[in-house]
């Protein structure tokens, strides 16, 4: 494929990170107009370098042609929650949005992968409307803690750092920090509420109200 034809068979893709980003980070704004604790911490969107989608297509073995069909991360967000018990709310409510159809769940936080790598995964359908009309989209949303972001985002850049040969020590090393995030993530939920009301007066005393 060349760059122009990449360029118009990602343009929706874009849309579709574009338009959710901005939906998912109105719940923020909801949450917080009300005077409410939000369960949504940060929204991030992206749409997969062309480079990646095709790497991607290698390894697995996928036809340039079928990519639209078997890569299902080409549009990605990520939802990342303060807190372990933050991540079910935000699927419910995903869940229970019309503008996305659910067709598969990956929940890496009770099947944690060998790696260490924990998240919970939702493959959706969007549409979003073009000039020659509607096109349904895949999208992949990630679901996770801050806690867990910082591990990925670590573990993510020395895979890139290694390409496929990460020596044993730091693999190891990995999965040590893993579960110290298992562990941080449960320690931080034991003290939720304390957290919650602190995070509430400061907002309240700094004057970081939405005006809505
Ligand atoms: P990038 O660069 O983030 O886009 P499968 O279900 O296995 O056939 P797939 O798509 O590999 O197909 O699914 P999987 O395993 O659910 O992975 C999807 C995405 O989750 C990955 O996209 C990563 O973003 C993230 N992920 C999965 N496993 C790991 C892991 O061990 N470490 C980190 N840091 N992230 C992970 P990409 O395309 O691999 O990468």
């Given at each position: 494929m060349e760059t122009k034809m990449w360029s118009e068979f990602l343009a929706p893709y874009r849309l579709a990170v574009d338009e959710l980003v901005v939906k998912l980070n109105h719940i923020i704004e909801e949450y917080r107009a009300m005077g409410m604790y939000s369960p949504i911490e940060q929204v991030i969107g992206r749409v997969k370098r062309i480079s990646s989608i095709i790497e991607k297509a290698q390894k697995k073995g996928i036809p340039l042609y079928d990519v639209e069909n078997?890569?299902?991360?080409?549009a990605g967000i990520r939802i990342i929650c303060?807190?372990?018990?933050?991540i079910a709310n935000v699927i419910k409510m995903i869940k229970s949005r019309s503008d996305l159809q659910i067709h598969e769940e990956k929940d890496?936080?009770?099947?944690?992968?060998?790696?260490?790598y924990r998240s919970y995964h939702l493959i959706a359908t969007y549409d979003v409307e073009t000039l020659t009309g509607k096109k349904t989209v895949k999208v992949e949303i990630q679901v996770r803690t801050l806690a867990m972001n910082f591990w990925a985002i670590i573990e993510h850049s020395l895979q890139y750092k290694y390409k496929?040969?990460?020596p044993e020590t730091v693999s190891m090393r990995l999965k040590n920090a893993a579960a110290a995030i298992v562990q941080l993530d449960n320690e931080m939920s034991a003290i939720r509420n304390e957290i919650v009301d602190a995070q509430n007066s400061f907002r309240i005393k700094a004057g970081i109200v939405s005006q809505i």
């Open positions: 078997r890569i299902e991360d080409i303060q807190f372990e018990d933050d890496y936080i009770s099947n944690q992968k060998s790696s260490g496929g040969n990460m």
